[in-house]
Nanobody, 124 residues
């Protein structure tokens, strides 16, 4: 199994910045994709940004130019630097990984996992 631990959420005023982190642990062989999603109250979970291994980074239109996703493969960690925050960015932010790992019987398995979520609140 793979465990994801998120950190970095909080309350910030409009125009401020926050940095989210998500660290993956377990019997990981490789992490092929790391991403961030968010879910505002009463709304569906929506894509924010992703960063595949050796591929192009993608951002949603609503955050492009303000948010930056990055990853540290040595630490199995993905980051989301959020600048120029707006009240409409208020949501629970979830990290997502598509990963290959070793199961309890030492078999390589591909699966995806979600973090527990971290609250980001932007006041006007």
């Amino acid at each position: 199994q793979v465990e994801l631990v998120e950190s970095g959420g909080g309350l910030v005023q409009a125009g401020g910045s926050l940095r989210l982190s998500c660290a993956a642990s377990g019997s990981i062989f490789s992490i092929d994709l790391m991403a961030w999603y968010r879910q505002a109250p009463g709304k569906q979970r929506q894509f924010v940004a992703d960063i595949p291994t050796g591929g192009s980074i993608y951002y949603s239109d609503s955050v492009r130019g303000r948010f930056t996703i990055s990853r540290d493969d040595a630490k199995n960690t993905v980051y989301l630097q959020m600048n120029s925050l707006k009240p409409e960015d208020t949501a629970v932010y979830y990290c997502y990984v598509n990963v290959q790992y070793y199961s309890v019987i030492n078999r390589r398995v591909r699966d995806f996992f979600w973090g527990q979520g971290t609250q980001v609140t932007v006041s006007s």
